[in-house]
């Protein structure tokens, strides 16, 4: 069939298209992590199975729409999420894995299948819908819709609170395997490392079973804590971290300087300056730069997520130069990043 000749306009047209629908695409996702279609075709060695073999293996339904399934899995496989084979001798299209969706297959560690329902809960997209209004008026997308804080509803929602912890959970295994042989030696002369806003203590758990030397104190607010498993040489507090922080030789923050703003941010960075010590304490960061060049895999991923600071909460992703004056303002005159193959770098800062 001859190709039909296009000019920059339709060109043009086709996107917006593509972009007005682009969240079909994690609805979709969504479906298939829900339907635990990625665990079914991994559960047959990864592929490839027929849409039948597919089928009788969701739980909670006696007779899937086969049909509906199709038509799914057209758009999954367009995405690259799975793969599609065509038989020559037009048998049945045969459906594998790929190394995306090999990512929300449930029973694998680690996997992202969690953050994908966080992501894509109802209770957090009506937020995106507040946006413009947001932008119009000032404000947090979240507050205007929900009428608290993302804090305060998840103390009063547990499932929200649930689903929040167990995404936030996920990719905490993935940074782990990045994060912990990049900075083997920093951990060396700390005694008790401090993490400030550690949900409920997996990324703490971690980094004291690599380094045994370690004890951790695990510091978030109390709702949180009290969901929290027991880890060893892991100590959970709870508390407010506006108030006073435990004391430590170091203090971990990880992804919780980017949900506040330069002003509260200052008082959260004295608060830590006040429980290390002067000589030799320290503060990790473990967040986001933004770099303007655009060799980076995860610049539109850092984009994006600097959308989810400004619409859920009151804080920005930054770039480094907005870094250095942020810490400097906060008792940290000195700092050094390192890079990881990761969404979040490595920032050192010291006190002296």
Same mark, same amino acid.
């Given at each position: 069939?001859?190709a039909i000749q296009v000019d920059e306009s339709v060109r043009a ?116 819908? #507040? ?50 042989? #990049? ?170």
């Amino acid at each position: 069939m001859e190709a039909i000749q296009v000019d920059e306009s339709v060109r043009a047209q086709a996107r917006l298209l593509d972009l007005s629908s682009a969240f079909i695409t994690p609805m979709a996702l969504k479906c298939a992590v829900e339907l635990r279609i990625a665990d079914i075709i991994n559960s047959h060695g990864g592929g490839p199975i027929t849409l039948s073999q597919i089928a009788s293996g969701i739980t909670g339904s006696s007779c899937p729409n086969i049909s509906h399934l199709e038509r799914l899995m057209r758009l999954l496989v367009h995405k690259t999420i799975f793969t599609a084979h065509h038989p020559s001798d037009g048998g049945e299209t045969l459906y594998g894995l790929t190394d995306i969706s090999r990512w929300i297959v449930w029973d694998a560690k680690p996997s992202l299948a969690p953050f994908v329902l966080t992501r894509t809960n109802p209770l957090t997209l009506p937020t995106w819908h #507040a946006l413009s209004q947001c932008i119009r008026d000032g404000g947090i997308a979240f507050e205007k819709v929900n009428g608290c804080q993302l804090w305060d509803f998840a103390s009063t929602n547990p499932e929200f609170n649930k689903l929040f912890n167990d995404g936030s959970s996920s990719t905490i295994e993935i940074l782990m395997s990045r994060f912990l042989p #990049a900075y083997k030696d920093g951990f060396s002369t700390i005694g008790t490392l401090v993490d400030v806003g550690g949900g409920t203590g997996r990324t703490l758990f971690e980094i004291v079973k690599s380094h045994p030397h370690i004890r951790g104190i695990n510091f978030d607010l109390p709702h949180v804590i009290a969901t929290a498993p027991n880890h060893e040489r892991v100590t959970h507090i709870g508390g407010d971290m506006f108030q006073a922080i435990p004391t430590g030789d170091a203090i971990l923050m990880k992804s919780m300087l980017c949900a506040y703003n330069d002003e509260t941010n200052v008082q959260i960075l004295k608060k830590c300056r006040k429980a290390i010590p002067e000589n030799i304490g320290k503060l990790i960061i473990v967040d986001v730069v933004i770099e303007e060049e655009n060799n980076n895999i995860f610049k539109e991923s850092k984009i994006m997520l600097d959308l989810v600071m400004m619409t859920f909460f009151s804080g920005k992703q930054r770039t480094e130069a907005e870094w250095k004056k942020l810490l400097k303002e906060g008792g940290f005159p000195r700092y050094n990043i390192i890079k990881i193959p990761a969404v979040e770098w490595i920032i050192e800062a010291y006190p002296i």
